[in-house]
């Protein structure tokens, strides 16, 4: 039997599997941690508050986040690293560029009114400390980048009216997501969100849709 180098792992299979537990033990940390930032908000939720829904020990939590405030980072971090993957998703299933901008923001406000990491980071990002927000990409504007892309491609593909100013247009609908999205929260905890969202296009859809040629 041929002994393996020294240095080397003669066990890949296990070093995998620590490695696989131990992303597993950081995203059940997350999720409690979501759950309970977004029920209680930051100030009002414990280090021991997060161990007791883990079912794990203080210090198994310290091995991985070494406060509540980088548990709160990494919850937000983890809904601002979902975004790309969920715009490439809408993206890929809509060939025409003004149905995929609206699918978007139904798809974006899904999240916001169902998944909890979503739901804690929105709230944790009013009511971090400013260092802390330091350590957090700036909001909104990849969303604005990403839709100044689509409109243009659109535009390009005679899919979006080409009079439209791409960085003004994404501007208004990054703005006016989030507000509404915000409104709703505080009037109907995001129960009307989608209502909101069929207004808000009832109006904006005109001006974006191609001009038929005279």
């Given at each position: 039997?041929t ?10 299979r ?9 992303a ?17 908000g930051?100030?009002?939720t ?13 210090g ?44 978007v ?36 504007v ?9 409109i ?7 899919q ?15 703005a ?39």
């Amino acid at each position: 039997m041929t002994e393996a180098p020294v240095g080397i792992s003669s066990s890949p299979r296990r070093a995998r599997g620590r490695a696989s537990d131990s992303a597993a033990t950081r995203q059940l940390i997350i999720d409690v941690a979501a759950r309970e930032f977004g029920e209680r908000g930051y100030a009002a939720t414990s280090l021991s508050d997060i161990v007791a829904g883990t079912g794990m020990t203080k210090g198994a939590l310290y091995w991985h986040f070494a406060s509540k405030e980088s548990v709160a980072i990494a919850v937000v971090h983890q809904m601002f690293e979902t975004w790309p993957v969920m715009l490439g998703e809408v993206l890929g299933a809509h060939d025409d560029a003004l149905e995929a901008l609206v699918a978007v923001t139904y798809v974006a406000g899904e999240q916001f009114a169902k998944d909890p990491v979503t739901r804690a980071s929105k709230r944790l990002m009013s009511e971090l400390p400013p260092e802390a927000m330091a350590k957090l990409p700036q909001p909104y504007v990849g969303w604005q980048h990403a839709l100044v892309t689509l409109i243009s491609d659109g535009q390009q593909r005679g899919q979006i009216n080409a009079g439209a100013d791409p960085v003004s247009t994404a501007q208004v609908i990054v703005a006016s997501f989030f507000g509404m999205q915000q409104v709703s929260q505080e009037l109907s905890a995001r129960r009307d969100l989608r209502s909101r969202l069929d207004g808000f296009w009832a109006l904006v859809l005109p001006q974006l849709r191609p001009t038929s040629p005279a």
